[in-house]
């Protein structure tokens, strides 16, 4: 059966290799899009979007309990567990069926099966009908990641789960272990703490979401234990014992160990790049601890094969896959496209309270060698913060004293995660301390302690 032939071919959809296939049909190209489950990958289907959809639940029966303090009445409050996570789900379900429509729309080509890549140039599919084989000259790998299995913490569904249990939990833990308070872990203990299992988190680094700034982990921590969450840092679970409806952790801490109980375990300790049976160490391309080994264009160092996204390593994050499928669509037309900058890609994290970054931490600022200027202000002393009644937080940012270069920016509180994207744009657009200075927000907003924050570093803040 002859080849059928493209100008590319993208394996994976989720939002690193569809909004790759869109931009380049956009850009005149024939494309063939791969995957092996769902369209709109692990993002729409099982990550940042139906769990964002499970803890807004979480927010709102928080915030019903907090009723009383609005002037407002409510009682018997309760909620539906196969409700909340139905309701995930559909959420899912409707944005995975626009990734569809949006295929039909740009004349991609969809195959349903499993890729691999028997020579350059060409994709074979396996799919429920046979097999099907592409050729095309340019090839974008956008398989993803799944998560990391430590021996003898492997996942069983029932006592101990992964983030896709999680997400569509058989009941509701009433003793939780979260392994990790990376931004998965976390997320998954505010919204099962908030719901009200007795949740104990365990990190092996000596603070909780380790690749934030030092001092939002600290605020983060107060909230969370404040919450009823129990911290335990610098610890590892080195095995779980399971017995019937109930597991056995050993939790080592400072050369001892000591074990706890509990009914349920969400490990969530990182994520390994799917480089597996796809034919790519034959082609000749570098992997280095599951991730693809790509130059700054995602280029693998095979002629026409690129990868983005998760699988070409940190940050791993939807939206820096995208902007990669949007790079490299644009490098195979011929266009001149810039490539990314890690560090000007934020990084959000949906517990409660929020977190939001960009850019050099406090520490890493300084061990890259700039003197620096660093400004805070806080939630309390913002006007729509108190109306809203989230008084709870900070933004903090860090200049370069030489140059007044925005180098990092950290927030924690009520919507940091939409606020983050000012200071995103900023560095975009290399603002200095004074174009953001002579910036005028509107008020009342949250915004306004971004201004603030700048206006701190120098010190000229207003309302403090």
């Not at 639940?57 to 407002?72: D, I, N, P, T, Y």
């Amino acid at each position: 059966m002859a080849a059928k032939k493209f100008d590319v071919v993208v394996v994976g959809a989720g939002p690193g290799g569809y909004v790759a296939a869109i931009r380049a049909a956009q850009l005149g190209k024939s494309v063939a899009i791969v995957e092996r489950e769902n369209l709109g990958g692990i993002c729409l289907n099982w990550g940042c979007i139906p769990t964002k959809a499970l803890l807004r639940s979480a927010e709102v029966f928080h915030l019903m309990q907090r009723a009383k303090e609005f002037g407002l009445g409510a009682s018997g409050l309760s909620y539906d567990l196969d409700a909340v996570v139905a309701r995930s789900r559909g959420v899912a379900k409707q944005l995975s069926g626009g990734i569809g429509h949006l295929m039909k729309k740009n004349k991609i080509t969809v195959f349903m099966g499993d890729a691999t890549l028997p020579a350059k140039g060409k994709v074979s599919v396996k799919t429920d009908k046979g097999v099907e084989e592409l050729e095309a000259p340019a090839i974008i790998l956008a398989t993803g990641a799944r998560a990391r299995i430590l021996p003898g913490l492997e996942a069983d569904g029932d006592l101990v789960w992964t983030y896709r249990h999680a997400l569509q939990p058989k009941r509701m833990p009433k003793k939780l272990l979260v392994i990790g308070s990376g931004a998965i872990g976390i997320e998954f203990a505010s919204f099962f703490n908030t719901l009200g299992a007795d949740t104990t988190v365990v990190e092996v680094m000596d603070r909780v979401l380790p690749v934030e700034d030092a001092e939002i982990s600290g605020l983060a921590k107060k909230a969370f234990v404040k919450q009823g969450m129990k911290i335990l840092e610098k610890t590892t679970v080195k095995k779980l014992d399971k017995a019937k409806g109930k597991v056995t952790a050993h939790l080592e801490s400072a050369g001892k160990t000591e074990t706890m109980e509990f009914d349920t375990v969400i490990s969530a300790v990182g994520i390994v790049g799917n480089v597996e049976n796809l034919g790519l160490e034959a082609l000749g391309v570098k992997i280095d601890r599951t991730h693809v080994v790509t130059d700054e264009f995602c280029r693998t160092g095979v002629d026409g094969l690129y990868a983005i996204g998760d699988i070409a390593g940190a940050p791993w994050l939807a939206h820096k896959a995208s902007h990669e499928g949007v790079m490299v669509a644009e490098l195979i037309a011929g266009k001149h496209p810039h490539p990314i900058k890690p560090n000007s890609i934020a990084g959000c994290t949906y517990c409660h309270p929020q977190v939001a970054s960009v850019g050099l931490t406090e520490a890493k600022a300084k061990e890259a060698g700039h003197s620096i200027k660093v400004g805070r202000f806080p939630f309390i002393g913002n006007g729509k913060a108190i109306a809203l009644g989230e008084v709870e937080g900070m933004i903090k940012t860090i200049f370069d004293a030489k140059t007044g270069e925005l180098l990092g920016a950290h927030m924690i509180g009520a919507e940091v995660t939409e606020l983050i994207q000012g200071y995103v744009i900023g560095r975009q657009l290399e603002a200095t301390e004074e174009d953001l200075m002579h910036t005028v927000f509107p008020h009342p907003t949250l915004s306004e302690m971004m201004h603030e924050s700048v206006l701190d570093a120098y010190g000229q803040v207003i309302h403090m």
